[in-house]
């Protein structure tokens, strides 16, 4: 069986919200977690079971694209590596906080690892590292991180592999 393209997949969600005369969202942008295979698969699975219900990422990433960050009620087709979608996402906060800052309470929304704080800096300090060099910026304490929560609206019948 062919694998549906995120525009399918969103016409699919579009078709699902004119039934119940919901507001239909004007447009989203279809993305996958983090930069390698495993982990993009990972954290789709996790948010797809409803586990992960935020993410994070640097301001400076999104000012070094020249794109916006993320806004509440914002729509995202989350796929996997190969860009299957697995499932929409809505935008239901927003908060920019110091790295240092990051509260117990977001590490826990992550759903990564054992949810901890200690854990979520341990990997995200990695990650925004890496992030940072492909930048050109020195990674610190108080880089401003971009504190997303959200909520899935839509999802495949299945999750597309075991």
């Given at each position: 069986?062919?694998?549906?393209?995120?525009?399918?997949?969103?016409?699919?969600?579009?078709?699902?919200?004119?039934?119940?005369?919901?507001?239909?969202?004007?447009?989203?942008?279809?993305?996958?977690?983090?930069?390698?295979?495993?982990?993009?698969?990972?954290?789709?699975?996790?948010?797809?079971?409803?586990?992960?219900?935020?993410?994070?990422?640097?301001?400076?990433?999104?000012?070094?694209?020249?794109?916006?960050?993320?806004?509440?009620?914002?729509?995202?087709?989350?796929?996997?590596?190969?860009?299957?979608?697995?499932?929409?996402?809505?935008?239901?906060?927003?908060?920019?906080?110091?790295?240092?800052?990051?509260?117990?309470?977001?590490?826990?929304?992550?759903?990564?690892?054992?949810?901890?704080?200690?854990?979520?800096?341990?990997?995200?300090?990695?990650f925004f590292t890496e992030e940072?060099?492909?930048?050109?910026?020195?990674?610190?304490?108080?880089?401003?991180?971009?504190?997303?929560?959200?909520?899935?609206?839509?999802?495949?019948?299945?999750?597309?592999?075991?």
């Open positions: 069986m062919d694998r549906q393209t995120t525009s399918e997949f969103w016409n699919d969600y579009i078709t699902s919200l004119s039934a119940s005369y919901t507001t239909i969202p004007a447009n989203y942008e279809a993305w996958y977690f983090c930069n390698n295979e495993e982990s993009a698969n990972h954290l789709a699975r996790l948010v797809y079971e409803g586990t992960k219900q935020a993410t994070a990422s640097l301001v400076w990433s999104y000012e070094a694209e020249g794109s916006p960050i993320p806004s509440i009620g914002d729509h995202s087709v989350i796929t996997l590596w190969d860009g299957t979608p697995v499932c929409i996402i809505k935008t239901t906060n927003i908060m920019v906080l110091p790295f240092d800052q990051v509260p117990d309470s977001f590490a826990y929304e992550e759903g990564e690892g054992d949810r901890s704080l200690r854990y979520w800096r341990e990997v995200h300090t990695h940072c060099k492909a930048i050109g910026r020195e990674p610190s304490p108080n880089m401003p991180v971009v504190c997303e929560s959200f909520k899935v609206v839509f999802r495949a019948k299945t999750f597309p592999i075991s």
